[in-house]
């Protein structure tokens, strides 16, 4: 015969235990009642399952619509090399990894150049920070932060003393595995009351492996007493093997084409037509009482790399000839030639240039390991 030591319950107790679990249960929170529902449950498959497909469909980042034609106008064009005059940059570099260095710049008989100005520049692969002052004292700062992978913030800040001159801007580039979203704001302003300045958003999607297409809106204010305004433009990027085409269509009427192809391994060539039609954008019957004209310029350009040189040349139909060398003779000598001839006005400019790289063994070898290993470079 067994007994039973512990303390008899009764059955009005455990009837009161029971209600006190009910209690003591876990209450629903009004976040998952929102998440754990038929419609957010429904609304998740589809996500995944359009997911699924956009990455079955090996769709590649197109870059951004601001660089949308890069090919032809950064790299194979020679507008943002092109100089006149005599220029002399010495640089020193004093560390790899971060990057830092300083340089200057002496120019000579250059109508767009300052006659001396000091560069700094420091860089991580999180971090880029470059400040440039001039002989007048005008100081152009830039500064870069990547926050993760995808998005990059950058700051670029110009202070003169000449009025007007002062310029503030703010870009943030998001990079998606199949698109680009950009947001640009230029001299934002909320000291007269109201927001003044201009921001630029625009946005380019892959749809299919080899094509792209995208936006881009503008929306401006001058003053607090103006109204705004607002422009919207359309591009559209096709990438074959070996070749580059884009398009854009501007809402004052701007067409701009351009065309890469890599003719060898060395050689690239391209093709840029910019067609404006004057009167569109400027009210109702501009283009009928004002007559409607057009503008256009092409210009075909080439590049050539050659072991220690690079060798760029262009003509386009406003009788401009433009050519411009780039010779590495030391290792840390590079001269730089630049001619143009405008057939039309009968004028003629020249420009040279040497630039002195200054650097020890040590950090050579720090900067070729550097440039060996696959760490993110600096967000440029």
Request: proline share 3%.
């Given at each position: 015969m067994s007994t039973w030591s512990g303390p008899a319950i009764s059955r009005a107790e455990a009837f009161a235990a029971e209600e006190n679990a009910k209690y003591l249960e876990p209450v629903p929170s009004s976040t998952s009642v929102l998440l754990d529902n038929a419609l957010a449950t429904s609304v998740r498959r589809a996500y995944?399952?359009?997911?699924?497909?956009?990455?079955?469909?090996?769709?590649?980042?197109?870059?951004t619509v601001e660089n949308i034609a890069r090919e032809v106008q950064k790299d194979v064009f020679l507008n943002n090399y092109t100089f006149t005059g005599l220029r002399a940059d010495l640089t020193r570099a004093f560390s790899a990894a971060p990057m830092f260095q300083l340089s200057h710049a002496f120019s000579l008989g250059s109508g767009s150049l300052p006659p001396y100005s000091f560069v700094a520049l420091y860089g991580t692969s999180q971090v880029l920070l470059q400040a440039n002052v001039d002989n007048d004292g005008q100081l152009n700062a830039r500064a870069n932060y990547r926050w993760n992978p995808s998005l990059i913030t950058k700051t670029n800040a110009q202070i003169a003393s000449?009025?007007?001159?002062?310029?503030?801007?703010?870009?943030?580039?998001?990079?998606?595995?199949?698109?680009?979203?950009?947001?640009?704001?230029?001299?934002?302003?909320?000291l007269d009351g109201g927001f003044t300045g201009?921001?630029?958003?625009?946005?380019?999607?892959?749809?299919?492996?080899?094509?792209?297409?995208?936006?881009?809106?503008?929306w401006q204010r001058a003053a607090i007493n103006a109204g705004p305004e607002t422009a919207l433009s359309y591009c559209a990027k096709y990438t074959g093997p070996?070749?580059?085409?884009?398009a854009q269509l501007q809402a004052q009427g701007a067409?701009?084409?351009?065309?890469?192809?890599?003719?060898?391994?060395?050689?690239?060539?391209?093709?840029?037509?910019?067609?404006?039609?004057?009167?569109?954008?400027?009210?109702?019957?501009?283009?009928?009482?004002?007559?409607?004209?057009?503008?256009?310029?092409?210009t075909v350009g080439a590049k050539y790399d050659f072991r220690t040189s690079t060798f760029r040349a262009q003509v386009d139909s406003s009788g401009k000839l433009s050519c411009l060398l780039e010779?590495?003779?030391?290792?840390?000598?590079?001269?730089?030639?630049?001619?143009?001839?405008?057939?039309?006005?009968?004028?003629?400019?020249?420009?040279?240039?040497?630039?002195?790289?200054?650097?020890?063994?040590d950090l050579m070898e720090q900067q070729e390991k550097a440039a060996a290993a696959a760490g993110a470079p600096p967000p440029f």
């Open positions: 995944r399952a359009f997911s699924e497909r956009r990455e079955a469909l090996g769709l590649t980042n197109p870059g000449g009025p007007g001159q002062s310029m503030l801007q703010i870009d943030h580039d998001y990079t998606g595995q199949d698109f680009t979203a950009s947001l640009k704001a230029l001299n934002p302003s909320v201009i921001l630029v958003g625009s946005y380019l999607q892959s749809v299919t492996p080899r094509l792209a297409l995208g936006l881009e809106a503008v070996d070749w580059i085409a884009s067409i701009t084409t351009s065309y890469w192809r890599r003719l060898t391994d060395k050689v690239e060539a391209g093709v840029d037509l910019n067609l404006q039609f004057l009167g569109l954008g400027r009210g109702r019957g501009a283009g009928v009482l004002g007559g409607m004209g057009k503008e256009g310029v092409a010779k590495r003779v030391l290792p840390i000598v590079q001269v730089t030639f630049a001619g143009e001839i405008d057939q039309v006005k009968q004028q003629a400019k020249v420009g040279l240039a040497v630039s002195l790289e200054a650097a020890s063994e």
